[in-house]
């Protein structure tokens, strides 16, 4: 797997808190949340192909929609957090 991109991102405090809820409650850790969401909104905006080539051996096979389990994110530096469901994810509707 190629190596992850290192960056500083400053949030808003509020933000924070609300992702490391969110990520706590999916039983991930906030980067890898981050990560998840921004993956999502990147696919649904058609800028990022699902994945459809098959996995190395040793690695989870991704989920239904294609997303890559929670534990692939890599964030080694980083304490992970259990996170909750995804029903408090904000849908965009488009019409």
Known sequence: MPESKRFLLRLDPRLFNVLRRWADDDLRSINA???YLLTDQARRAGRLPRQTT???SGQAPAD???EAPADEAGDSDATELPTGD???RG?????
């Open 33 to 35: 949340q981050i990560e």
């Open 91 to 95: 849908a965009r509707v488009r019409g």
């Open 64 to 66: 239904e929609a294609g």
């Open 54 to 56: 098959p996995r190395p």
């Open 86 to 88: 995804r029903a408090g």
